[in-house]
């Protein structure tokens, strides 16, 4: 369905009629497609919700109007528009920095936070901090070619071929134009990630592929320090996508977690 959010016509999804509700973000310029494998199981439990935020799928917004502050804001919007109280919010790659965002402003809102493949902007100390490069800059002659050679990093794993035409599919949906903003917009508005995590007191599952070449474990493992309950599952021999490639595993860890924390 599409609800009118902020003016813009939003594609989302919401399924399951499960006590919890589980809201998921998706990453960079990725979809609903991004988390609906490892939602479907979790839906015989749970609501499920995810949506198309600006930018991506079929929710075209105008690039000027994709800041963080906007993509923040629609996260409490779709909770609004849906009736939803209370969730557990789930951010995955680059969706992880507009889910932290949202717990850090309205902690009071949520049971809970995911983290799949993705620590929002948090680096470690003890690493360098490595340049963020748009899309358009990335190796390729054509939007497509770039496409397929993130896809192609994704996804490290044997016989992945068909997760990738999958990714490419998603990808596609988007403008050229908004897949630079989307990447690189976040140090418009910095977090003092360091000082202000402690404060959070939600428990966070933080899932991570092994071989993801985008986030590396360190930083991971230095997130996971700065949240008081909060565990890391690393998933072996798996890349940057998952919750494509092994979901239910990831609804598995999602639905042990939070059972055990009696959400």
């Not at 995955?92 to 049971?111: H, I, Y």
């Not at 991971?220 to 021999?237: C, F, I, K, P």
Request: hydrophobic share 45%; proline share 8%.
């Amino acid at each position: 369905m599409f609800l009118d959010i902020d003016g813009n016509r939003m594609f989302t999804l919401a399924f399951g009629k499960g006590p919890r509700t589980i809201l998921a973000h998706g990453g960079w310029i990725s979809n609903v497609e991004d988390w609906l494998p490892a939602l479907a199981p979790l839906s015989a439990r749970w609501r499920t919700v995810t949506y198309d935020h600006r930018g991506a799928g079929l929710t075209r917004v105008p690039v000027e109007r994709i800041t963080p502050e906007a993509l923040v804001e629609d996260v409490f919007r779709v909770m609004d528009a849906l009736g939803i109280e209370r969730c557990v919010m789930a951010g995955f790659s680059r969706g992880t920095v507009t889910a932290m965002r949202a717990v850090l402003a309205r902690p009071d809102r949520f049971d809970g936070l995911v983290l799949m493949n993705g620590c929002g902007e948090v680096r470690s100390p003890e690493l360098p901090v490595a340049p963020r490069v748009p899309p358009s800059s990335w190796p390729g002659a054509t939007h497509a070619d770039r496409l397929r050679w993130f896809l192609e990093r994704c996804t490290p794993e044997p016989d992945t071929e068909h997760i990738r035409r999958w990714g490419e599919y998603i990808l596609a949906r988007a403008t050229p134009e908004a897949a630079d903003r989307l990447f690189v917009m976040e140090a418009e508005q910095p977090v003092d990630w360091a000082s202000r995590l402690p404060q959070l007191r939600l428990p966070t599952l933080i899932v991570h592929g092994e071989l993801d070449a985008f986030y590396r474990i360190e930083h991971m493992r230095y997130t996971q320090s700065l949240l008081a309950d909060s565990e890391l599952v690393v998933m072996e021999g798996s890349g940057h996508l998952p919750a494509l490639t092994r979901p239910l595993e990831v609804a598995a860890h999602i639905e042990r977690f939070f059972t055990a924390r009696g959400v």
